[in-house]
């Protein structure tokens, strides 16, 4: 025969510091406590799990600012380097350009010269240009000297130099093709302008 107390079991007093509490109690409030120790275990791993997975992620985004600060160099080297480049095929546009101008400013003085005269040498200067060659009579030289004026307008011309070879037969001549000085100011008086 089996026997069992259905019987609720008397309640046993648990003494601590001189005050008397229920066993039952006491093993809930434990038992709550080691919940509550354990729910916060838990979570505390979970928010360092967390916090790590953040750490890491934060060390690789300052690697990849690191290196695109890196990439910031040289991206802005290269910058440097297009604006270089730039400006020497701005540059180079620019002679190029202007080397035409002065190719066909030679070609001008060089066509104007007539058929009985030589051109030795075309020169510039800042003051506009020195046309050296030789002929065989002044009156060609002095064809060159009014043709080379009008194949530059704007631009006057005068006799630099001439000379006899010692054999008597060819000139030398220099014409210098040169920007007309702007006229002085006139002078007023009461009366009008003085010359």
């Known amino acids: ?6 019987l609720p079991a008397a309640g046993e007093a ?3 510091f001189g005050t008397s509490l229920d066993r039952k109690l006491v093993r809930d409030a434990v038992g709550g406590l080691i919940v509550l120790v354990l ?11 967390r916090l790590s997975t953040l750490r890491h992620h934060a060390e690789t985004l300052e690697v990849s600012v690191a290196a695109n600060s890196v990439r910031r160099r040289e991206i802005a080297a290269m910058a440097a380097d297009v604006a270089r480049l730039q400006q020497l095929q701005h540059e180079s546009e620019h002679r190029r350009r202007s080397g035409n101008s002065v190719a066909a400013t030679l070609i001008a ?4 010269v007539p058929l009985r005269v030589w051109l030795d040498d075309i020169d510039q ?7 050296s060659g030789g002929a ?3 009156d060609d030289v002095g064809d060159t000297l009014l043709a080379v004026e009008r194949s530059m307008p704007g631009y006057a011309s005068s006799l630099a130099n001439v000379s006899r070879e010692q054999n008597g037969q060819r000139l030398h001549f220099s014409v ?10 006139a002078h007023r008086t009461a009366n009008g302008v003085h010359p």
């Not at 003085?109 to 104007?112: D, P, V, W």
């Open 136 to 138: 065989t009579s002044l």
């Open 1 to 6: 025969m089996i026997r069992a107390n259905l």
């Open 176 to 185: 210098l093709l040169h920007e007309p000085a702007a006229p002085a100011p």
């Open 125 to 131: 200067n800042a003051n506009g240009y020195i046309v």
């Open 109 to 112: 003085i060089g066509n104007a």
């Open 39 to 49: 729910v916060s275990a838990g979570t505390y791993a979970v928010q360092e799990i």
């Open 14 to 16: 648990l003494s601590l």
